[in-house]
Nanobody, 125 residues
């Protein structure tokens, strides 16, 4: 059983919107933060957004603040990334990340021990 499965990617014009979903399986993620990262061709994986288990705290990369919103539904074991006002530079493979332990860091890929397979987001100009 795959622990994390993303969906919702696709092709959209600049200024458009998409909502990504990440369905998590397994109780080992209970109580811990989840995050979204992205990786464009030829670039390193970069932090996009994170959310604590309760949802009371969220964190965003400066490049997406005001345009992206991360949320979660723990009853459905799902985390979402609502993206609006998309730009061509948002084009990347978007990955969902989760961890089975507590950490006070949210923006470092190494602080997560589970990753989804990624979903492609392409924004045309």
């Amino acid at each position: 059983q795959v622990p994390l499965v993303e969906s919702g990617g696709g092709l959209v014009q600049a200024g458009g919107s998409l909502r990504l979903s990440c369905a998590a399986s397994g109780r080992s993620f209970v109580g811990n933060a989840m995050a979204w990262f992205r990786q464009a061709p030829g670039k390193e994986r970069e932090f996009v957004a994170a959310i604590t288990w309760s949802g009371s705290s969220t964190y965003y990369a400066d490049s997406v603040k005001g345009r992206f919103t991360v949320s979660r539904d723990n009853a459905k074991n799902t985390v979402y990334l609502q993206m609006i006002t998309l730009k061509p530079e948002d084009t990347a493979v978007y990955y969902c990340a989760a961890r089975t332990y507590y950490s006070s860091t949210y923006a470092i890929p190494a602080s997560y021990n589970y990753w989804g397979q990624g979903t492609q987001v392409t924004v045309s100009s």
